[in-house]
């Protein structure tokens, strides 16, 4: 049996991926003290979570419940209505980049001179540079380039975020085997689990909404079923609440269950209310690393 299969937490399988193991065979002759070398003690562990990197979303209420932004080494999920496949605008990333060289301007003020001129030299364009667009046009190619990833990374070592828009699309599109599909979407999973972790980024998966029967009525869930569920280390769910958009941490082995409001303006993500909290600017992926960007395209 592969470990993609084992009934275990996807957090569970992605160490035995990254760790050489791909079935339970291989398992099955490594003795246990072979594997407790590889065991971190609990000091080490909670250390090593609290100095991970987080990417800051723009919108500090959203990065409260987030626990200070989106966390690299994982991978999260965040799915809501409408979709957006194929949507990828340009004009919306310089915009969003203009924000963002405007917002390190101001925090600037609070640095250290030698940090502040280090600011100071980003421009819109060294952010546009940094952003790797890719667009697909099907299952296979999503697959391939998925599998190109390893490669593509560490040939771009200031990559530190994945996007993938949506890792939805063809699969609801294109695949009438359900039991294949599951294989196929646990096995992406653990790729792109391995890959957070080796190169230290962030992975965020983009998910469709349908409708399941849940106590008597039709209610919207995130797409994919139940097994995909388990596939991710967070996920986010998107909603309205009256005239104000919503974020609610849905899954997660580290945050609460928490909503935060949150608004997208043309300066990208931002607080749904003026707020006159000052948001801590991190040295993330659009200030200084890169971005790509993966676009689910229908031809």
Known sequence: MEISRLPISASHRGKLISAGYTCLSS?????????????????????EEESLMRITTSCADLDNILGGGINCKEVTEIGGVPDTEGSFMVERALQIAEACVEDMSEYSRFLRNDIQACQVRIQPKDIL????????????????????????????????????????????QDFDDMALRTRVLGGISLKLMKLAKEFSLAVVLLNQVTTKYIEGSFQLTLALGDSWSHSCTNRVIL??????????????????????PYSVTSRGIRNSAPSYKRIKMMMGPLQRNGVIFIDDYEQ
């Not at 190109?148 to 949506?166: M, Q």
């Not at 005239?243 to 269950?257: F, G, M, T, V």
Request: glycine share 2%; proline share 1%; net charge negative.
């Open 27 to 47: 398992l099955s002759s490594v003795s246990s003290s072979d594997l407790a070398r590889g065991a971190q003690n609990a000091w080490d562990m909670l250390h």
């Open 129 to 172: 540079e940094n952003i790797y667009y890719f667009r697909i046009c099907s299952y296979t190619e999503q697959i391939a380039l998925i599998n190109y990833l390893e490669k593509f990374i560490s040939e771009h070592k200031d990559v530190k975020l994945v996007i993938v828009d949506s890792i939805t699309f063809h699969f609801r």
């Open 239 to 260: 909603y309205w609440n009256g005239n104000e958009r919503y974020a609610y941490i849905d899954k997660s082995p580290s945050l609460r269950s928490a909503s935060a």
